[in-house]
């Protein structure tokens, strides 16, 4: 079972950035596409980006093109999410999560089954 620790979260001001980072242990991180979540209080967990195995592929959710860039480096075994001109809607815990490069379809919440401890995104307005 991946081992998944997320960190990077923080209090930033809107228009801010941070980068969070991912450390994925427990399964072959090579081989697994890579995706970060939030959860909003009082909403349920939502896809935020997506990531190939290869990273030669990447996806969004509208809320965040052109905003966010996810990235992996598969020597250190982390992904990391790069966000800028953060907003007050921004506000949320973050996860990662992985999948195996073979499993078919669009990457959801849904797919998993156990969580890391996320890390909190705070933006104030």
């Known amino acids: 079972q991946v081992q998944l620790v997320e960190s990077g979260g923080g209090l930033v001001q809107a228009g801010g950035s941070l980068r969070l980072s991912c450390v994925a242990s427990?399964?072959?991180?090579?081989?697994?596409?890579m995706g970060w979540f939030r959860q909003a209080p009082g909403k349920e967990r939502a896809f935020v980006a997506s990531i190939s195995w290869s990273g030669g592929n990447t996806r969004y959710t509208d809320s965040v093109k052109g905003r966010f860039t996810i990235s992996r480096d598969n020597a250190k075994n982390t992904v990391y999410l790069q966000m800028n001109s953060l907003k007050p809607e921004d506000t949320a815990v973050y996860y990662c999560?992985?999948?195996?490069?073979?499993?078919?379809?669009?990457?959801?919440?849904?797919?998993?089954?156990?969580w890391g401890q996320g890390t909190q995104v705070t933006v104030s307005s």
């Open positions: 427990g399964r072959t991180f090579s081989a697994d596409n």
């Open positions: 999560n992985a999948r195996s490069r073979f499993s078919s379809g669009t990457m959801t919440s849904g797919d998993f089954g156990s």
